[in-house]
């Protein structure tokens, strides 16, 4: 079973164009990960939420985790084509111990 | 960027042969971790290691072996390579308990091919 569920898989939009990609758990988590990947390259972390109700903004990137820590959405405003590539959330689940687990990644592409 | 090197970066291997990945780093992290990408299934936690010759086992260990002697240097083994273990390969660290209270570094990936 996925700890993580990730949605949409995959998301095309036009430049310009504001876009939310969201990440649930069905457990608490002790905090959440977002991160970019560029096709065939290695993870690049954005942001860390580790409150429940924290937001957090990076140029136009918005990540929000909820209340009870079991969700996350990342919002991208007027999305432009170097936000093209893989979004990851990841997190570390109440009572699993060390173990740090992923969502199954968001592919957007952004059209000119 | 991090000091993170993953060798080699590619890799064609025939069914039934071993094979070792290694992951150096020179920021000293104490955290060490192995996953694998696939599509569909994201990335997935192989092994990881706390600390020289502390290691445990991840969500698909089975078929995989690590191993840690020195603090910079992770290697992950496949005893007997087989199709399914065609993958992405991704190495990362991190200095906190975990990888959740710190920021985590990420290799470039390794990718794995088995025919």
């Known amino acids: 079973s996925q700890e993580l569920e990730q949605s949409p898989q995959s998301l095309i939009v036009q430049e310009g164009k504001n876009l939310t990609i969201n990440c649930t758990s069905s457990?608490?988590?002790?905090?959440l990960y977002w991160y970019k990947q560029k096709y065939g390259e290695g993870l690049i972390f954005l942001m860390m939420?580790?409150?429940?109700?924290e937001e957090k903004s990076h140029e136009k990137i918005t990540a929000k985790l909820d209340e009870k820590k079991q969700q996350s959405s990342l919002h991208i405003t007027a999305s432009q084509p170097s936000h093209a590539g893989i979004y990851l959330c990841?997190?570390?689940?109440?009572?699993?111990?060390?173990?740090?687990?992923f969502g199954t990644g968001t592919s957007l592409t952004v059209i000119p | 960027d991090a000091g993170i090197t993953q060798s080699p970066r590619h890799k064609v291997t025939e069914t039934g042969t071993p094979v070792t990945l290694r992951c150096h780093q020179t920021e000293n992290h104490r955290y060490m971790y192995w996953y694998r990408q696939d599509p569909g299934h994201g990335l997935r936690l192989i092994h990881y290691s706390y600390g020289v010759k502390d290691t445990d086992k991840g969500e698909v260990s089975d078929g995989y072996s690590v191993s840690r002697s020195k603090t910079e240097d992770f290697l992950l083994t496949l005893e007997s390579a087989t199709s399914s273990q065609t993958s992405v390969y991704f190495c990362?660290?991190?200095?906190?308990?975990?990888?959740?209270?710190?920021?985590?570094?990420f290799g470039q990936g390794t990718r794995l091919t088995v025919v």
């Open positions: 939420l580790q409150k429940g109700g």
């Open positions: 457990k608490t988590l002790y905090g």
């Open positions: 990362a660290i991190s200095a906190g308990t975990g990888i959740m209270n710190t920021e985590a570094f």
């Open positions: 990841g997190a570390d689940i109440i009572g699993t111990g060390n173990q740090f687990y």
